[in-house]
T-cell receptor, first 107, second 115 residues
Framework: EDQVTQSPEALRLQEGESSSLNCSYT??????LFWYRQDPGKGPEFLFT???AGEEKEKERLKATLTKKESFLHITAPKPEDSATYLC????????FGAGTRLTVKP | EPEVTQTPSHQVTQMGQEVILRCVPI?????FYWYRQILGQKVEFLVS????????KSEIFDDQFSVERPDGSNFTLKIRSTKLEDSAMYFC?????????????FGPGTRLTVL
C-alpha cells in the first residue's frame, strides 16, 4: 500500500536557524511528489513539484530535493512567517498526503 | 491572481440530511478534485473529475457521495445522508493540463459540522 511518512511531527526553530524536513514514501508508479504549506484553517498552498530522483527546486528560503525513497524540504535562515504545517504528497493513481510537519519559528 | 473559491465557508447540518458543497475552480483548469481533512488528521483524497466524468475515486467516496459540474464554472460535492463522521473540512482543488499530474490549487475549504 502507498505510504507517506513525514518527520519530525513538530519542529521549533529560532529565527535564522536552518533545518530540514523529511518525507519518506513507498508508492508504486510515482508520478510526482509535491510540497504544500498549510496555515491553520486554510487550504494547502502549493510550493513545489518534483518528478524524478535528483531533481531540486528552490524558492526563497525553501529548497526541495528528491531521491528514490524520500524528499527533503530544506529551510535556510527561516523567519517567523515561515511558521506553518508543511505537507508532502505523492501522486500515483491518486494524491496521498503525509501527516505534515508543524514548523514554529521563534523570533 | 486566479484562485479556487468555495461556498459556504461553514455548513452545519443534522445527521441524515443532504448537503451540497460548492466550488468554483480556476477558469482554465481541466481537472477538479475533492479532499477532506478531519480535524487533526491527514488530507484525504476523495475524487478526481475530468471531462465531465469521475477519473479516480477513493474507498471513502462511496454511494452517499456524488460530484457534478452543473455548468461551466461550478463543481459540487453532494453528500446524500450525512453521518456524524462526515464532519470535516472539505477542500476543492483544480489543476491545469490534461494528464492529471501536476500541481493542484486548493480552495479555502468548507467546514462541515454534522450534529
Amino acid at each position: 500500500e502507498d505510504q507517506v511518512t513525514q518527520s519530525p511531527e513538530a519542529l521549533r526553530l529560532q529565527e535564522g536557524e536552518s533545518s530540514s524536513l523529511n518525507c519518506s514514501y513507498t508508492v508504486s508508479g510515482l508520478r510526482g511528489l509535491f510540497w504544500y504549506r498549510q496555515d491553520p484553517g486554510k487550504g494547502p498552498e502549493f510550493l513545489f513539484t518534483l518528478y524524478s530522483a535528483g531533481e531540486e527546486k528552490e524558492k526563497e528560503r525553501l529548497k526541495a530535493t528528491l531521491t528514490k525513497k524520500e524528499s527533503f524540504l530544506h529551510i535556510t535562515a527561516p523567519k517567523p512567517e515561515d511558521s506553518a504545517t508543511y505537507l508532502c504528497a505523492v501522486q500515483a493513481k491518486d494524491m496521498r498526503f503525509g501527516a505534515g510537519t508543524r514548523l514554529t519559528v521563534k523570533p | 491572481e486566479p484562485e479556487v473559491t468555495q461556498t459556504p465557508s461553514h455548513q452545519v447540518t443534522q445527521m441524515g440530511q443532504e448537503v451540497i458543497l460548492r466550488c468554483v475552480p480556476i477558469s482554465n483548469h481541466l481537472y477538479f478534485y475533492w479532499y477532506r481533512q478531519i480535524l487533526g488528521q491527514k488530507v484525504e483524497f476523495l475524487v478526481s473529475f475530468y471531462n465531465n466524468e469521475i477519473s479516480e475515486k477513493s474507498e471513502i467516496f462511496d454511494d452517499q457521495f456524488s460530484v457534478e459540474r452543473p455548468d461551466g464554472s461550478n463543481f459540487t460535492l453532494k453528500i446524500r445522508s450525512t453521518k456524524l463522521e462526515d464532519s470535516a473540512m472539505y477542500f476543492c482543488a483544480s489543476s491545469p493540463g490534461t494528464s492529471g499530474v501536476g500541481e493542484q490549487f486548493f480552495g479555502p475549504g468548507t467546514r462541515l459540522t454534522v450534529l
